[in-house]
């Protein structure tokens, strides 16, 4: 099974940028649809964006315009790019793989199989 690290959290200012990477091992990345998601104390996971096993890219309304999703398939890894952040932003970031996934259903946690462990953004204003 697929194994997901993330890394490039930190504390940043409001307006500040963030680039986010996810690194997959133990399978073929190519087979998986990825998404990113993100989760602040108290609240529910709530879908960032996604990238299904074609070009295209989904993105939630509240990062629209912000974030940048970049998949590389012979790298194993996917990032997101997040500008223009905001204290809303704040949150533990989750990169998430799935097989079972369509665009109906992107957005619900319940389309990945697999999680990693997290990267934490913490925006200041």
């Known amino acids: 099974q697929i194994q997901l690290v993330e890394s490039g959290g930190g504390l940043v200012q409001a307006g500040a940028s963030l680039r986010l990477s996810c690194v997959a091992s133990?399978?073929?990345?190519?087979?998986?649809?990825m998404g990113w998601f993100r989760q602040a104390p108290g609240k529910e996971r709530e879908f960032v964006a996604a990238s299904p096993w074609s070009r295209t890219r989904h993105y939630s309304d509240a990062v629209k315009g912000r974030a940048m999703l970049s998949r590389d398939d012979a790298k194993n890894m996917m990032s997101l790019r997040l500008s223009n952040l905001k204290p809303e932003d704040t949150a533990t970031y989750f990169c998430?793989?799935?097989?079972?996934?369509?665009?109906?259903?992107?957005?619900?946690?319940?389309?990945?199989?697999?999680w990693g462990q997290g990267t934490q953004v913490t925006v200041s204003s």
């Open positions: 998430a793989a799935g097989t079972e996934w369509t665009t109906a259903t992107m957005s619900s946690p319940s389309s990945y199989n697999y």
């Open positions: 133990g399978d073929t990345f190519s087979n998986y649809a």
